[in-house]
């Protein structure tokens, strides 16, 4: 079984930080893409930030040069450091990771439970 565990939501005022955490665990070979969704209230689920297992990295346009994802594969983690935040940043922020449970085994995507950012102006 896999688990994604996610951290680091919250309501902070325009302007301000917020650091999201996601760690993987459970039965894992390898891990390839990891990153970050989001969902607005009414709104379709988007990209944020994806990064490869080599650590290249993707952003959606809204949060270039806002946010930056980091990855530490030896914790199987990955890091959303999120500034200059707007009230329009404000979702739910759901992980995911797209990896092999055994060598053999298809890629599959596994999703956190989702954690919520709220932005106040």
């Known amino acids: 079984q896999v688990q994604l565990l996610e951290s680091g939501g919250g309501l902070v005022q325009a302007g301000g930080s917020l650091r999201l955490s996601c760690a993987a665990s459970?039965?894992?070979?390898?891990?390839?893409?990891m990153g970050w969704y989001r969902q607005a209230p009414g709104m379709q689920r988007e990209l944020v930030a994806v990064?490869?297992?080599?650590?290249?990295?993707n952003y959606a346009d809204s949060v270039k040069g806002r946010f930056t994802l980091s990855r530490d594969n030896a914790k199987n983690t990955v890091y959303l450091q999120m500034s200059s935040l707007k009230p329009e940043d404000t979702a739910v922020y759901y992980c995911?990771?797209?990896?092999?449970?055994?060598?053999?085994?298809?890629?599959?995507?596994?999703w956190g439970q989702g954690t919520q950012v709220t932005v106040s102006s």
């Open positions: 990064i490869t297992s080599g650590g290249s990295t």
């Open positions: 995911y990771a797209d990896l092999l449970y055994y060598i053999y085994s298809p890629v599959g995507t596994y």
């Open positions: 459970g039965r894992i070979f390898s891990i390839n893409d």
